[in-house]
């Protein structure tokens, strides 16, 4: 608790702008307003007072360079975006804006006047009606704090709105391994039991199988992107365990292009896709069901396809949850850089087919 009191306390006590920064940008605006004198007297033929150009010029940004940091803490103390407050607030404004700027202009005159550079010699009352004249720096500063606001508000609302998309991709990962264990681990175990009073080397190699398996999805990194090559090996094993299930029911075939298993694309994404084909595209047809499993780099898109010889259907229009989910990550990841397509027909199977950019990977050793 006292640590978060802290880190909260620090945030608040945070100057808008580091203190260095105030210093250079006073230091440049007193370099241009001298060039600036100096060019208006060259131009009209007269001499320059250097004294009191430079020494003026500097003064006044060295002046003002230590009230910006004291207008920034009003601007912040009395924010005048708050619309409850801003009357109040606004007023003290005023008060202020006019307390700094005859403060900074009562300290100009008096070191200009012990330096004997200032023409005409110090006046009181001439430093105090001419004060008003000098106000709108104040205000500039304080449009200036308030600009600075709200782009650090708006870079905050940026990294927030990052920090939110990527917990809801967690979300939805984590909501995608919890779909999958129940339904696959109860009917793995009940083909185990099956296999056990038949044929014990089956089952003792399913359970290996699947104990692999569970462990890379439970106990595997909650990376969001894994290399299609880690995709691959998964699928690869869940497909192991159901032709143990259903043997002589299920060939597979894979086609994957040079360099394509090299690639990104977001966890979990080809073994559902996978799963869903077999259980609902082959597991109801009778004989040998056949599935492929394409990838590969065009330009810079990864191109991957799963396609059954199942049973298919008569229309595309009705996407079940699984592909509702599937496209729901695709959109929280790429947004609209990405394409999904499935292709179907009465007794032509299913063809699933995905666009996504290419994004490779360094090499990344497979989990055993």
């Known amino acids: 608790m006292r640590s978060e009191g802290a880190t909260s306390s620090n945030q608040k006590q945070a100057a808008l702008v580091p203190g260095p920064v105030i210093a250079l940008a006073w230091l440049l605006f007193s370099g241009f307003m001298v060039l600036l004198v100096f060019a208006q007297n060259l131009s009209a033929g007269t001499p320059t007072h250097w004294g009191e150009t430079l020494g003026g010029r500097l003064l006044h940004g060295l002046l003002w360079g230590l009230l ?3 207008v920034f803490a009003l601007a912040r ?7 409850r407050r801003r009357l109040p607030h606004l007023l003290v404004h005023a008060a202020a804006s006019y307390g700094l700027t005859l403060g900074y202009r009562l300290a100009y005159a008096g070191l200009m006047n012990l330096a004997g550079a200032l023409l005409g010699g110090f006046s009181l009352g001439q430093v105090v009606s001419n004060a008003n004249t000098w106000v709108p720096i104040y205000w500039m500063l304080l449009c200036m704090a308030y600009a600075v606001q709200y782009r650090e508000r708006f870079r905050q609302g940026q990294v927030q ?4 998309e990527t917990q809801l991709v967690q ?3 984590q909501a995608l391994k919890m779909q999958l264990q129940p339904h696959f681990l109860f ?3 009940n083909a185990v039991s099956a296999l056990m009073g038949t044929d014990v080397k089956a ?5 290996a199988q699947l104990s692999q398996f569970l462990r890379l999805v439970l106990e595997g990194s909650d990376a969001q992107e894994v290399t299609l090559a880690q995709e691959l090996h998964l699928t690869r094993l869940y497909l192991e365990i159901e032709q143990t299930r259903f043997p002589d029911r299920l060939a597979v075939a894979y086609h994957i292009g040079p360099g394509a298993e090299a690639a990104l694309l977001p966890a979990l994404l080809l073994q559902p896709v996978v799963e869903n084909a077999v259980r609902h595209g082959l597991a109801p047809q009778a004989g040998v069901g056949e599935l492929t499993i394409s990838a590969h780099q065009q330009a810079d898109r990864l191109l991957v396809q799963v396609q059954d010889n199942g049973r298919g259907a008569a229309a595309t229009a009705v996407r079940g949850i699984g592909l509702r989910n599937l496209e729901s990550r695709l959109a929280t990841r ?3 850089d990405y394409a999904l397509r499935v292709d179907t027909a009465p007794g032509q199977g299913y063809c699933l087919r995905l666009s996504l950019p290419f994004q490779a990977a360094g090499p990344t050793p497979l989990a055993a």
């Open 68 to 70: 910006t940091p004291v």
């Open 77 to 83: 103390r009395f924010d005048l975006t708050e619309r």
């Open 161 to 164: 709105a990052a920090r939110l």
């Open 171 to 173: 979300a939805q990962l």
């Open 187 to 189: 009917n793995s175990l």
């Open 203 to 207: 089952a003792r190699r399913m359970l």
């Open 334 to 336: 790429y947004g609209t």
